[in-house]
């Protein structure tokens, strides 16, 4: 019952700060210069969302391999087991733009703030023309100075499951020739996907070495980032 009520009052701070902050970022996110924009709209908002969970459902985190996130923009491969990985991963590197479900963009506030960050929305249903805009728009901004998230898997994956990564990450990276870091994590144990109720205790992250892209085809960037998620998430899963 206790549970509930925490994640009850967790839902309601989320949804007035994405309302209030999203109206905001709107109203002057625009005429903020890109780098700064991310920081404000996107930085702001998800700290903000994290200092709430903590508050209130007691789910904090704790980070190995920070160091490992280095200066010139890269990719994240991230693995996806909640929302709180999402929200997460955006503050662990800046400026950074994600691959996104076009559809997301349509949600109010949130959508409409994160939109003019200028993710990379793409209509997964025409899977050829997606893979190409994320080469395309991927390169951009990754030239322009951001990082760039995905979630390899493609969609969130339960706790204690692994599934083969889709190309689209890899290929970026063999193209664009950028290092490719990848975060594994436990959240799924306290906010599993599609669960309302929140456990409280404290999400173990690790960020891989950077994976040396230079000179390899996509598949084999993908085994070596499949390989080192599945070696770490055996280990969470133990601990």
């Excluded at 491969?77 to 994600?98: A, G, R």
């Excluded at 963009?105 to 249903?125: K, V, Y």
């Amino acid at each position: 019952m206790i549970a509930d009520l925490r994640a009850a009052l967790f839902y309601a701070g989320y949804v007035f700060s994405t309302i209030a902050w999203g109206s905001l970022s709107v109203a002057v996110g625009w005429m903020l210069p890109a780098k700064a924009r991310f920081s404000f709209v996107i930085g702001t908002w998800t700290r903000i969302v994290l200092g709430w969970l903590r508050i209130t459902c007691g789910i904090r985190a704790a980070v190995e391999g920070r160091e490992h996130l280095p200066d010139e923009p890269c990719i994240l491969l991230v693995k996806h087991q909640s929302t709180w990985d999402t929200l997460f991963v955006q503050t662990l590197i800046s400026p950074q733009t994600t691959l996104i479900k076009r559809e997301l963009l349509w949600i109010p506030f949130f959508g409409w703030a994160f939109a003019i960050n200028r993710p990379i929305a793409i209509d997964r249903r025409a899977r050829r023309n997606a893979f190409r805009q994320l080469l395309e728009r991927g390169t951009d901004r990754l030239r322009s100075g951001f990082s760039v998230t995905l979630f390899p898997e493609g969609t969130r994956v339960p706790w204690g499951e692994q599934r083969p990564f889709e190309a689209g990450g890899a290929a970026l990276a063999a193209h664009a020739g950028c290092p490719v870091l990848v975060v594994a994590h436990d959240a799924g144990r306290y906010w599993p996907a599609h669960r309302f109720r929140k456990t409280p205790g404290t999400v173990r992250v690790r960020i891989s070495p950077p994976l040396d892209t230079e000179g390899k085809k996509h598949k084999e960037i993908n085994r070596l980032a499949q390989e080192w998620l599945a070696r770490e998430m055996r280990l969470l899963e133990r601990g």
